[in-house]
């Protein structure tokens, strides 16, 4: 499973954001800075609900194509 990092721009996105990932029965963690982490569930339902996030998360690979995995 690929873990993100991403940001919201102000409170009300990231209310927003916890409101449409309460129904992604996936653990996510909130951190400092208005950002979380979620996997591609998380980034997925967010997706389909509009809210907007940046994806923050450090990436490797050829292009950037793979996320960083601890």
Not at 18 to 43: A, C, D, F, T, W
Request: avoid cysteine; glycine fraction near 6%; hydrophobic fraction near 40%.
């Amino acid at each position: 499973m690929a873990t993100h990092v991403i940001q919201f721009r102000d409170e009300d996105r990231y209310r927003e954001a916890i409101m449409v990932l309460m129904e992604v029965p996936v653990s996510r963690s909130g951190i400092p800075g208005l950002k979380m982490v979620v996997s591609e569930e998380h980034i997925q339902a967010l997706k389909r609900a509009s809210v907007d996030f940046v994806d923050i998360t450090k990436r490797v690979g050829p292009n950037g194509s793979a996320p960083v995995q601890s």
